[in-house]
T-cell receptor, first 110, second 118 residues
Framework: DAKTTQPPSMDCAEGRAANLPCNHS???????VYWYRQIHSQGPQYIIH???NNETNEMASLIITEDRKSSTLILPHATLRDTAVYYC???????????FGQGTTLQVKP | GAVVSQHPSWVICKSGTSVKIECRSL??????MFWYRQFPKQSLMLMAT?????????EQGVEKDKFLINHASLTLSTLTVTSAHPEDSSFYIC??????????????FGSGTRLTVV
């Protein structure tokens, strides 16, 4: 499974958009990009996933570059409850395993 | 949406005893379940993958005789930590995936079990 690189931490003002980058330059054609977040002492929460097209749901938008080597998770209007560790994961359709990296700690500030 | 129930949410046990953790998919059939372990201030580490009705596949470095995984039905998987020691104290989390092609859905995680061995 391809590895991902994320900044260790980011800050965002409440009400503003939070843009979380992820680099996955070794991604292969059958690998999906998944985003999860984890609030302290809880299980990870699914946010969104995609293969090559941009995706949007009620929580966030996922923008994947055309070469698929990087992506950005966008929380359009961050709230204090969005403070969490955000994980970008590349998942192979062959193995089906989610291998977590270190993630980005997003701190939303009032 | 899909819900995975994990019990207990926390447990304290004495060194040398065994502890069983249950993971149930409440509204879908989970053909594959995953077990993770997370130490403080660290990321989740995949321990093993279990498919319903077959033996679990363990990641490198995970002792299969110590961490017994059973996935006897499409809605239940259990992790038993045998002869627990203080170094096994950790946050254990399960994840379930329904049948079908990877990419058609997200993976649902349980709320985790905090194990403390004294």
């Amino acid at each position: 499974d391809a590895k991902t690189t994320q900044p260790p931490s980011m800050d965002c003002a409440e009400g503003r958009a939070a843009n979380l980058p992820c680099n996955h330059s070794t991604i292969s054609g059958n690998e999906y990009v998944y985003w999860y977040r984890q609030i302290h002492s809880q299980g990870p929460q699914y946010i969104i996933h995609g293969l090559k097209n941009n995706e949007t749901n009620e929580m966030a938008s996922l923008i994947i570059t055309e070469d698929r080597k990087s992506s950005t998770l966008i929380l359009p209007h961050a709230t204090l409850r969005d403070t969490a560790v955000y994980y970008c994961i590349v998942c192979s359709s062959n193995t089906g395993k989610l291998i977590f990296g270190q993630g980005t700690t997003l701190q939303v500030k009032p | 949406g899909a819900v995975v129930s994990q019990h207990p949410s926390w447990v304290i046990c004495k060194s040398g005893t065994s502890v069983k953790i249950e993971c149930r998919s409440l509204d879908f059939q989970a053909t594959t379940m995953f077990w993770y372990r997370q130490f403080p201030k660290q990321s989740l580490m995949l321990m093993a993958t279990s498919n319903e009705g077959s033996k679990a596949t363990y990641e490198q470095g995970v002792e299969k005789d110590k961490f017994l995984i059973n996935h006897a039905s499409l809605t239940l998987s259990t992790l038993t930590v045998t002869s627990a020691h203080p170094e096994d104290s950790s946050f254990y989390i399960c994840s379930a995936r329904s049948s079908g092609r990877v990419g058609n859905y997200g993976y649902t995680f349980g709320s985790g079990t905090r194990l403390t061995v004294v």
